[in-house]
C-alpha cells in the first residue's frame, strides 16, 4: 500500500496579465507573493506562487500567467472547477462586504452546514471562501492587507468536475487514502485520512465535454508526500494501472511526479521540502525573480523574454 496523503500542497492554474493576477491575490485577497520565478518547462513564463506568511503547504495558489491574445481556455470534464480557502466562520461577513467592495461577484450559500462564498477571480479561476471550524497550519501574515483575524488560513477543498465519479473516486480511496464522507445534490465528498488541513476533495458530474487548458482554468492540483521515497511508491502503483506517471522532477522548492487520473485530472504530488526559503530568507520571500542553479546562466535571456510585470503594494492592515 502506498503511503496517503494529508492533503493539498498547491493548486496551480493559468492566469493572464501577470500584474492583474498578482495584484488580485495580494491586494484583495490579502495572500503574500512567496515566490516570483519562471516555468521550468518554459522560462518566457513567470511562475507565481501566492500563500500564508511563510508558505506553508497546503496555502499556496500558483499561476503561469500567459498573455499571449486568444488563449482562453474553457472549463469542461476533467477539469478543477472550484478552490476552496478555508475562513472562520466569523470571517465570512467580513469577506462578502470585502469582495463586493472591490467589485467581485460573490454568491452565497450553505454546503455541508457551512457557509459558502463563491466568486471567480479576474481571469475566471473559481474560488470559494469556507466559514469552517477546521484544522489549518497557516501562518499570518503581518503585512497582508486583510486583518490576522480574517486571513485565508489555507485550503479547505477542491472541487474537481468529471464525467463518471468512480473511476475518480477509486484513485482517491484505493490509491490516496481518501474516504467517501458524504453526498449532498451530485457533490460527493472525499476526505484524507488524516483529515487535517486541505483534507476535503469533492468530485461533482458534468455533462460539459472535456475542457480545454489555457487562461481561466486550474492546470493540475497537488497533493502532499513525504519525502522522494513516498512518490517512487505511488509510480509504481500508476504504472501498475497504467495510467503513465512521470519521473521524479526536481522543482527546487520541492520534488514531484504528475499523473493524469482517469476522470482527465492532472495531478501532481509533491514534497514539503525543502520550500521557498532554499533561495531567499524568510523576510524576503517573493521580492525577487529566483531561477533554480541550472537555469541562473540564461538569467539576462530569460528575464529579457519575461512580460511586463508590476509587483503588487499592499497596505498592511494595521497601517
Excluded: C
Excluded at 462564498?117 to 501574515?141: Q, Y
Excluded at 460527493?188 to 488541513?197: F, I, L, N, Q, V
Amino acid at each position: 500500500m502506498p503511503p496517503t496523503t494529508p492533503g493539498l500542497h498547491h493548486v496551480t492554474a493559468i492566469a493572464g496579465d501577470p500584474t492583474d493576477n498578482a495584484a488580485f491575490y495580494v491586494e484583495t485577497l490579502g495572500l503574500r507573493m512567496v515566490k516570483r520565478t519562471v516555468n521550468h518547462d518554459d522560462t518566457g513564463t513567470y511562475h507565481f506562487y501566492f500563500g500564508d506568511g511563510e508558505g506553508t503547504p497546503g496555502t499556496n495558489i500558483t499561476f503561469f500567467p500567459w498573455t499571449d491574445a486568444g488563449r482562453q481556455g474553457e472549463f469542461g470534464a476533467g477539469q478543477t472547477r472550484d478552490t476552496a480557502y478555508l475562513i472562520d466562520p466569523e470571517a465570512v461577513d467580513y469577506w462578502a462586504e470585502r469582495l463586493a467592495d472591490t467589485g467581485v461577484d460573490v454568491s452565497r450559500s450553505e454546503r455541508f452546514g457551512d457557509e459558502v462564498l463563491s466568486f471567480s477571480d479576474p481571469d475566471g479561476i473559481g474560488l470559494e471562501l469556507i466559514g469552517a471550524d477546521a484544522p489549518s497550519d497557516a501562518t499570518p501574515w503581518p503585512d497582508s492587507p486583510v486583518p490576522e483575524e480574517h486571513q485565508l488560513r489555507g485550503f479547505h477543498a477542491v472541487t474537481l468536475a468529471v464525467a463518471d465519479v468512480e473511476p475518480t473516486a477509486e484513485i482517491l480511496t484505493d490509491v490516496l487514502g481518501y474516504d467517501h464522507e458524504g453526498t449532498e445534490g451530485n457533490r460527493h465528498r472525499y476526505r484524507s485520512e488524516a483529515g487535517g488541513p486541505g483534507s476535503i476533495v469533492d468530485l461533482v458530474e458534468t455533462d460539459a465535454g472535456r475542457g480545454r487548458m489555457a487562461v481561466g482554468t486550474v492546470h493540475h492540483v497537488a497533493f502532499e508526500v513525504p519525502d522522494v521515497e513516498a512518490e517512487e511508491q505511488l509510480l509504481e502503483v500508476f504504472e501498475e494501472r497504467g495510467l503513465n506517471p512521470s519521473g521524479v522532477i526536481d522543482r527546487k522548492y520541492f520534488t514531484s511526479i504528475y499523473v493524469r487520473e482517469p476522470g482527465g485530472v492532472l495531478f501532481e504530488f509533491a514534497t514539503p521540502a525543502p520550500g521557498f526559503t532554499a533561495d531567499e530568507p524568510l523576510a524576503e520571500l517573493g521580492s525577487r525573480l529566483t531561477l533554480p542553479e541550472w537555469l541562473e546562466d540564461e538569467r539576462d535571456a530569460i528575464e529579457a523574454q519575461l512580460p511586463a510585470f508590476e509587483p503588487p503594494e499592499p497596505t498592511p492592515a494595521d497601517e
